[in-house]
């Protein structure tokens, strides 16, 4: 099995205690500078690692020991290969790297077609990469999600909150800049209180609708730097393009980004997703769960759902409450919510 650059595998010594098969295997990387990176402060990603594999990891300077059964050891390796590459590339290991690479590992197959193969070779999660930013997909929601913008033109993300739909649409959209597959990005999002009344706000356009958008411009400055974000807001490479002012136009050569999407009327819906140009793309982003909307307004994106099923060209993905990346106590109140609503629906059939 081959190793990323810097570490070095060891032959497994596999034992069996009992009826249960288990495994030792040592992993060496580069030097104690890059193994520190690795394991964490105080080891704390190593102990991130046995709580989610439920393996041991023993840590001796630039030696780590991984001792559990077999599949669940490779999995472990598996890991601390991901991050060692992020490592050497001069990244910096966040928790969400962490378990992005444990559900990478989880997809992998079983152990021993991997020794067979090679896990490094199989499949990898998609990645986007800007000048000042590359990510990895964190789950298999979110690898699937990133496929489908780089292969369709129209693509819709469903969702709870947290899952990275709209921060992975504008890394993408960046990205598409960047390599000069577009000309512009322009950024919508229906001006739709969630549940308060802002009343009047100051200001010319651009201020007005700041407040709606400032998700989006938070994504925008984690994937670009802040020179390049107001610079392109000057020169209209950034647009941002009220819903209420879309209509009658022809977007061409731009990705276009319409978050919360579950906010839209059928009629807005359509019009902007009739906007689309030559040489353009459109990611429409959104929650079903969480419509703001007046009450007896239909929503345009769970009409959409209906009327665009099976449309060539238009892919459709839907994230659950188990891919929440933002935190876990984020995936645990979606879930949360999402049990007592069941439990609600349930009640309230005959």
């Avoid at 199989?122 to 292969?151: G, M, P, S, W």
């Amino acid at each position: 099995m081959r190793a990323t650059d810097g570490a070095t595998r060891f032959p497994n010594s596999p034992r069996k205690q009992g009826m249960v098969e288990s495994a030792d295997l040592r992993l060496s990387f580069a030097d104690n500078r890059v193994a520190g990176q690795i394991f964490g402060h105080f080891d704390q990603n190593l102990a991130h690692i046995e709580r989610r594999l439920g393996i041991q990891a023993v840590a001796n300077g630039n030696q780590v020991i991984l001792k559990g059964s077999p599949e669940q050891t490779e999995q472990g390796r598996f890991v601390l290969e991901r991050l060692n590459e992020r490592v050497l590339e001069g990244l910096i290991i966040a928790k969400g790297d962490i378990d992005g690479a444990i559900e990478e590992a989880a997809m992998q197959g079983s152990l021993f077609p991997a020794i067979a193969t090679g896990v490094s070779d199989r499949l990898a999660f998609d990645e986007i990469i800007t000048r000042k930013k590359r990510i990895k997909a964190r789950n298999a929601a979110q690898h699937v999600y990133l496929k489908a913008l780089k292969e369709q033109e129209l693509v819709f993300a469903e969702g709870p909150a947290g899952t990275g739909k709209t921060w992975l649409a504008v890394g993408h959209a960046v990205q598409l800049i960047e390599q000069g597959v577009v000309e512009r990005l322009i950024l919508s999002r229906p001006a739709v209180e969630a549940g308060e009344r802002l009343g009047f706000l100051p200001g010319d356009m651009r201020e007005k609708v700041d407040p709606y958008l400032r998700p989006i411009y938070d994504a925008l400055y984690d994937f670009m730097e802040a020179r390049h974000v107001e610079r392109g807001l000057q020169t209209g490479m950034i647009e941002i393009a009220p819903l209420a002012f879309m209509r009658g136009r022809t977007l061409t050569n731009a990705v276009v980004l319409l978050d919360e999407a579950q906010n839209t009327t059928s009629m807005q819906m359509k019009m902007v997703l009739t906007r689309l140009g030559e040489g353009s793309r459109m990611i429409v982003t959104g929650d079903p769960t969480q419509i703001d909307l007046p009450p007896g307004q239909k929503s345009g994106l769970v009409e959409s759902a209906r009327i665009l099923e099976g449309v060539e060209g238009i892919t459709r993905v839907r994230f659950a409450e188990g891919d929440v990346v933002r935190h876990d106590l984020v995936r645990r109140i979606v879930s949360a919510y999402d049990k007592d609503d069941r439990t609600r629906l349930g009640n309230v059939q005959p």
